[in-house]
């Protein structure tokens, strides 16, 4: 088998197999099943991604790991943002879920297959996409149709279900219409929406995204952002989002901060951002509108500072000009 690896993050391994993706079995005696020869899909634990005790060095022989002894379950469905520092971990992280690096100790399980079984090394990639910064590198077809339908044709599909997963690969992220169009010719937004389809054809669970809103302008991250809550809530496909932007993991379900190659904390966006130690702690930045509440706050207005968007914003101030109207 050949080992081809292409810039959508994946690394596939050619082979003359057909899958047969009707019923999410597999007929052939492949790598696509466990060994109770279910297809991982059809694995109802409620999580997705198990970080058990994983750590992960670049240099064994000096230096801190990179990732430190990090556990963190990853419900399916969920929407989970993680927030660090430059060089605190989230990318290595980030490649550990789907293979692309290995623990040197403790175990990544995907469906409950660990990723240093590389026997499940494609499953794996399939099961978890990823998505990086630069949508340049990740786009390699000269028409956008060609580019989306590269993961499935590499996959072993047949040129019909291809077609059928790159048609609604594209209209999933809003991009149908420019099919046949030159991505070179394309905003980066849309670009970035390609390069999500082209992983989307491969029919993931989960996707990673790197700081895939990183390069993008203003309108960009947020054609970006809505297409991954709609992913999140329409195609109930899990969702990780590596981000610097507070605004975007303050949309997220659950924020995980990362702080040199550890977890320093998980939970909802009102929990880890109403704890300005910790923020502060971790050189994180707050969302516009709860900075603004603990602006507020220390000018000695009492004022509710849980709020992370700019609608809950408004709630509180409006709540408190009523209260001084009143008084
Ligand atoms: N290929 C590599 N070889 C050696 N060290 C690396 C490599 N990639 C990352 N590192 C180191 O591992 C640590 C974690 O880096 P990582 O890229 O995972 O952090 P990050 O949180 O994604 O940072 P950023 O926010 O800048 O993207 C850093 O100290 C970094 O210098
Ligand atoms: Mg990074």
């Known amino acids: 088998m050949a080992t081809l690896q292409f810039g959508k993050g994946i690394i596939l391994k050619k082979s003359n197999n057909t899958i047969n993706n009707s019923n999410?079995?597999?007929?052939?005696?492949?790598?696509?099943?466990?060994?109770?020869?279910?297809?991982?899909?059809?694995?109802?634990?409620?999580?997705?991604?198990?970080?058990?005790?994983?750590?992960?060095?670049?240099?064994?022989?000096?230096?801190?790991?990179?990732?430190?002894?990090?556990?963190l379950n990853i419900k399916r469905g969920e929407f989970l943002a993680v927030l660090g520092h430059n060089g605190s971990g989230k990318s290595t992280l980030a490649k550990l879920l789907n293979g692309l690096l290995v623990p040197d100790s403790g175990e990544v399980l995907v469906?409950?297959?660990?990723?240093?079984?590389?026997?499940?090394?494609?499953?794996?990639?399939?099961?978890?996409?990823?998505?990086f910064q630069n949508p340049d590198n990740q786009i390699i077809a000269s028409i956008v149709e060609e580019d989306v339908a590269f993961g499935p044709e590499n996959l072993g599909f047949t040129p019909k279900e291809s077609r059928e997963r790159v048609e609604s690969a594209l209209k999933a992220v809003n991009m149908w219409e420019f099919?046949?169009?030159?991505?070179?010719?394309?905003?980066?937004?849309?670009?970035?929406?390609?390069?999500?389809?082209?992983?989307?054809a491969m029919q993931p669970e989960c996707i990673v995204f790197d700081e895939s809103t990183a390069m993008l302008d203003p309108k960009g991250r947020k054609e970006v952002m809505d297409t991954l809550l709609n992913l999140n809530k329409n195609n109930n496909i899990t969702i990780i989002l590596i981000t610097h932007f507070m605004e975007e993991a303050a949309r997220a379900k659950k924020i995980a901060v990362?702080?040199?190659?550890?977890?320093?904390?998980?939970?909802?966006?009102?929990?880890?951002?109403?704890?300005?130690?910790?923020?502060?702690?971790?050189?994180?930045?707050?969302?516009?509108?709860?900075?603004?509440?603990?602006?507020?706050?220390?000018?000695?207005?009492?004022?509710?500072?849980?709020?992370?968007?700019?609608?809950?914003?408004?709630?509180?101030?409006?709540?408190?000009?009523?209260?001084?109207k009143e008084a």
Do not use: W
């Open 24 to 71: 999410n079995n597999c007929n052939n005696n492949c790598n696509n099943c466990n060994n109770n020869g279910k297809s991982t899909k059809e694995n109802n634990s409620q999580n997705i991604i198990e970080i058990k005790n994983v750590s992960f060095y670049y240099n064994e022989t000096e230096g801190l790991p990179a990732v430190d002894n990090v556990s």
């Open 179 to 200: 099919r046949n169009k030159a991505p070179h010719k394309l905003s980066g937004g849309q670009k970035q929406r390609v390069a999500i389809a082209g992983v989307l």
């Open 258 to 324: 990362m702080n040199n190659g550890k977890i320093s904390a998980a939970g909802t966006p009102k929990n880890i951002f109403s704890d300005y130690k910790l923020i502060t702690d971790t050189g994180l930045a707050l969302p516009q509108p709860t900075e603004l509440l603990h602006t507020l706050k220390e000018k000695g207005i009492n004022v509710d500072v849980s709020a992370v968007n700019t609608t809950d914003c408004i709630e509180v101030l409006s709540k408190l000009l009523l209260k001084e």
């Open 111 to 131: 469906n409950g297959l660990s990723t240093k079984d590389e026997s499940q090394s494609i499953n794996i990639k399939k099961t978890v996409g990823m998505v």
